[in-house]
């Protein structure tokens, strides 16, 4: 069964420093992969996604991902974290046409001044 | 207006009553889901609906039950609820085609006492 694992439980990061959020994905063909973000009281909302082509994928809010398929991963990076980034992120793999979609358990984000 | 409206927001019930979660949406999409989130455990898929006549049981769906009264509208009924069922609920939507994203809702608490 294909699996999302977000190792990072929690990660604290001071304002202005770089961020890496790692997610790997265990699935055999090309997957679908997506970042979504949560922040408190509300539901999800995507950051960006990845289906083909280009590795390295931008989204929304300054956040990009790059897809490596010998590493099976599709880690989330944004060069210089806002206070306003604090929020929770998952990762997610869709299959195919079903739309089954396996979420990662999260990564909670704590941004320090 | 929010697209994916749930309601309620919050609920806090006791153990045996039915309780029914409600979710409508606007931007006009076949398919919809609903997930029940717990800390650590990411979001695991309940129900979900392809279409109006199309009614699918996710990895969790034991002690629920959904209708899908319109394109519009799908809801969440815990028949007789029980304090393990106290989580956050997400409905979503997705457009149909390969790999579309998930739109979700702000969420409902539900604390079952």
């Known amino acids: 069964a294909q699996s999302v694992t977000q190792p990072d439980i929690h990660i604290t990061v001071s304002e202005g420093a770089s961020l890496e959020l790692r997610c790997n994905y265990s699935y055999g063909a090309t997957p679908y992969l997506f970042w979504y973000v949560q922040s408190p009281g509300q539901g999800l909302q995507l950051l960006l996604k990845?289906?083909?082509?280009?590795?390295l994928v931008q989204g929304i809010k300054g956040f990009e991902a790059e897809f490596k398929r010998s590493q099976s991963s599709f880690n989330l990076r944004k060069p210089s974290v806002h206070w306003s980034d604090a929020a929770e992120y998952f990762c997610?793999?869709?299959?195919?046409?079903?739309?089954?979609?396996?979420f990662g358990t999260g990564t909670k984000l704590q941004v320090i001044p | 207006d929010a697209d994916v409206t749930q309601t309620p927001r919050n609920r806090i019930t006791k153990t045996g009553k039915r309780i029914m979660l409600e979710c409508s949406q606007t931007k006009g999409h076949d398919r919809m889901y609903w997930y029940r989130q717990d800390p650590g455990l990411g979001l695991r898929l309940i129900y979900y609906s392809f279409d109006v006549k199309d009614i699918n049981k996710g990895e969790i769906s034991d002690g629920y039950s959904v209708s899908r009264q319109a394109q519009a509208k799908f809801s969440l009924s815990l028949e007789s609820a029980i304090p393990n069922q106290t989580a956050l609920y997400f409905c979503?939507?997705?457009?149909?085609?390969?790999?579309?994203?998930?739109?979700f809702g702000d969420g409902t608490r539900l604390s079952i006492l």
């Open positions: 997610a793999h869709h299959s195919g046409g079903y739309q089954k979609v396996t």
């Open positions: 979503a939507t997705s457009d149909t085609g390969v790999n579309q994203p998930q739109h």
């Open positions: 990845y289906f083909s082509g280009d590795t």
